[in-house]
């Protein structure tokens, strides 16, 4: 497992904004990078590894949009997708496939202002936290504009929300999260961090390996943290909102490692390692070959409104008593637990 020195497009600088990636010259560049340092197709490798690029999009990555993942240092996403590239970069001939998320969102949704409003039609600002209890009492309902421009009956509407809310609490999630509008359908911010974007294409061209992207989030009634699902899967009524996603689950169980990075660690990368680790059988197969790699992700600290990054860090020692990994991306691979040993025996 060598890895490989950084190619010259890249810079580092530029991992703070928003560009447009020259996929014919990259493209080219990377079939000459491939012949110099002998890769082969990602369908050769004898020791499969999956990367995990969990909503590393401009909405979360770029300063100054609308949900930049800050951490405490104030430049979290940055630091941490200039370091997901370079681990990108360097092991470039042993990541088999990666797999990004995309957070894709409506106006509409149930966990945006436009939702809600109180008694005297205003909407609730960003980062309010809706409880059960708030609900029970009034301060919030759902605007009845909403409701009908989504074809939705007004009663529906309003035991979704009730029943919403006691769900999450019921779940030990977050109380129901009013976000700022992001991530949304067709928007720069949806899309994936140019330099980010830059080093997968590289890597499909370098490899022969199609990119498996998995857009979620776009339900208007529900949350979507996870790669693998909604927070809440049903309705008051027993109707759907949405199933585990278990053609995920089973496209990560042929690999030998899966390796996991994004943002935000507290939230939608936090909730897919929750939702690998709650199916017994899933969490004995995963958890051993599941590598998380610590620097390539960051809390959610919106100062002085919210700081999740002690409930992120005790999530992290939970993921590593239940059997994963908490590595480095600086770390060579074939140094990590459990990796030379399979490599030697495979």
């Given at each position: 497992m060598r ?20 996929y014919?010259?990259r493209?080219?560049?990377a ?7 002998h890769?082969?197709p990602a369908?050769?490798?004898s020791f ?7 909503d590393?999009q401009?909405t ?6 609308e949900?930049?993942?800050a951490?405490?240092?104030g430049?979290?996403?940055v630091?941490?997708n200039r370091?997901l590239?370079?681990f990108?970069?360097?092991n ?9 998320s ?5 106006p509409?949704q149930?966990?945006h202002a ?5 008694e ?6 960003p980062?309010t ?10 301060r919030?309902r759902?605007?009845?504009?909403v409701a ?8 529906y ?10 769900r999450?609490?019921?779940?030990g999630k977050?109380?129901l999260t009013?976000w700022?509008y992001h991530?949304?359908l ?9 330099a980010v974007?830059?080093?997968i294409f590289?890597?499909a061209?370098?490899r ?7 857009v979620k989030g776009?339900s208007p009634?529900?949350e979507?943290?996870?790669m693998?699902g909604p ?8 109707d759907?909102?949405?199933?585990r996603?278990?053609a995920l689950?089973?496209?990560l169980l ?12 507290s939230h939608?990368?936090a909730?897919t390692?929750?939702d690998?680790l709650?199916d ?5 197969r995963l958890?051993?070959r599941t590598y998380?790699?610590e ?9 002085p409104?919210?700081d999740?990054t002690?409930?992120?860090?005790a999530?992290?020692?939970?993921y590593?008593?239940?059997g994963m990994h ?5 770390e060579p691979?074939?140094?990590w ?6 490599v030697s025996?495979g």
């Open positions: 890895e490989l020195p950084l190619p010259e497009h890249f810079d580092a600088s530029g991992v703070d904004a928003v560009w447009r990636v020259p014919e010259d493209a080219r560049e079939r000459a990078w491939a012949e110099r340092h890769l082969g369908d050769e490798d499969r590894i999956c990367l995990l690029a969990v590393v401009n979360f990555c770029i300063p100054g949009f949900l930049f993942v951490g405490r240092s430049t979290g996403a630091d941490d370091r590239c370079e990108i970069y360097r470039l001939g042993t990541i088999t496939r990666i797999v990004p995309l957070d894709t969102h409506h509409m149930v966990f436009i939702w809600l409003i109180d005297h039609g205003n909407h609730p600002a980062y936290l809706v409880s059960a209890e708030d609900v029970a009492a009034g919030w759902v605007n009845p504009a009908a421009a989504l074809g939705l009956d007004i009663d509407a309003e035991r979704h929300l009730t029943h919403y809310t006691h999450l609490a019921d779940g977050y109380d009013i700022p991530a949304m067709g928007g720069i911010g949806h899309a994936l961090a140019s974007e830059e080093a590289f890597h061209i370098a022969h390996s199609q990119p498996a992207f998995q776009d009634l529900s979507h943290y996870s693998l927070e809440v899967t049903e309705g008051p009524d027993g759907r909102l949405g199933g996603n278990t689950i089973d496209t042929r690999f030998d490692a899966v390796v996991v990075a994004g943002q935000a660690k939608c990368m909730w390692i929750d690998l709650t017994d059988v899933v969490r004995q958890a051993p998380l790699l620097d390539c992700t960051s809390a959610v600290v919106v100062p409104a919210v999740y002690d409930e992120a860090d999530a992290f020692q939970r590593a008593a239940a908490v590595v480095r991306s600086t691979i074939g140094a637990p459990g990796v030379a040993d399979a025996h």
